[in-house]
């Protein structure tokens, strides 16, 4: 069956780096657009970015721009988030998605400290 593991989330000052990663199965990876979200504590999930399925156009939101990159190795079935310049604002649960379609994975805590 389809699933999206993600890792990579921990605990960091602010002002550092982290890096997310997000492994695909049970899916042509290679064929699928897919998506970061975010869900902060007690807030809604929002989106923080996309990648088209080549890895060739990438967006993000406002919030993350300059900060934030999404970069994907498909012969891995692997998407990333490089995070750098934490702030205690992107302290949250973060997801990977297929951006067409509806499976989640467990997600990935971020903490960032002030």
């Known amino acids: 069956q389809v699933q999206l593991v993600e890792s990579g989330g921990g605990v960091v000052h602010s002002g550092g780096s982290l890096t997310l990663s997000c492994v695909g199965s049970?899916?042509?990876?290679?064929?699928?657009?897919m998506r970061w979200y975010r869900q902060p504590p007690g807030k809604e999930r929002e989106l923080v970015g996309t990648?088209?399925?080549?890895?060739?156009?990438?967006t993000y939101v406002d919030s993350v721009k300059g900060r934030f990159t999404i970069s994907r190795d498909n012969r891995k079935s692997t998407l990333y988030l490089l995070m750098n310049d934490l702030k205690p604002e992107d302290t949250a649960v973060y997801y990977c998605?297929?951006?067409?379609?509806?499976?989640w994975g467990q997600g990935t805590q971020v903490t960032v400290s002030s």
């Open positions: 998605k297929r951006s067409f379609y509806s499976t």
């Open positions: 049970g899916f042509i990876f290679s064929d699928d657009a």
């Open positions: 990648i088209s399925h080549g890895g060739e156009t990438t």
